[in-house]
């Protein structure tokens, strides 16, 4: 079993940075991939960005590459979303999500999630 607990959302102007941090409970957090996805009003949820065990493979979705960087400490058990250069369009509930399989997870079937922590973007 994994408890995921999100924090660091806020409002920050455009162009600004925040860090999302996404700490893990239980003992099995390093055999998971890790990852962050985003749901704004009225759309869909998004997958952002993930990171396996060994962070030798990492994916972000298009609209966040070169912008936010998906990085995990073990000794922490904590995952981190550094975003930076943030739009209006990155507005959304940021959502942790930890699952045994990259592809699962990506496709948002992750077998646990976070309560979510809002970023709200003003321009």
């Known amino acids: 079993q994994v408890q995921l607990v999100e924090s660091g959302g806020g409002l920050v102007q455009a162009g600004g940075s925040l860090r999302l941090s996404c700490a893990a409970s239980?003992?099995?957090?390093?055999?998971?991939?890790m990852g962050w996805f985003r749901q704004a009003p009225g759309k869909e949820r998004e997958f952002v960005a993930a990171i396996n065990w060994m962070a030798s493979s990492i994916y972000y979705a298009d609209s966040v590459k070169g912008r936010f960087t998906i990085s995990r400490d073990h000794a922490k058990n904590t995952v981190y979303l550094e975003m930076n250069s943030l739009k209006p369009e990155d507005t959304a509930v940021y959502y942790c999500?930890?699952?045994?399989?990259?592809?699962?997870?990506?496709?948002?079937?992750?077998?646990?999630w976070g309560q979510g922590t809002q970023v709200t973007v003003s321009s």
């Open positions: 999500a930890a699952d045994g399989s990259m592809g699962t997870l990506q496709a948002g079937q992750g077998d646990y």
């Open positions: 239980g003992r099995t957090f390093m055999s998971y991939v």
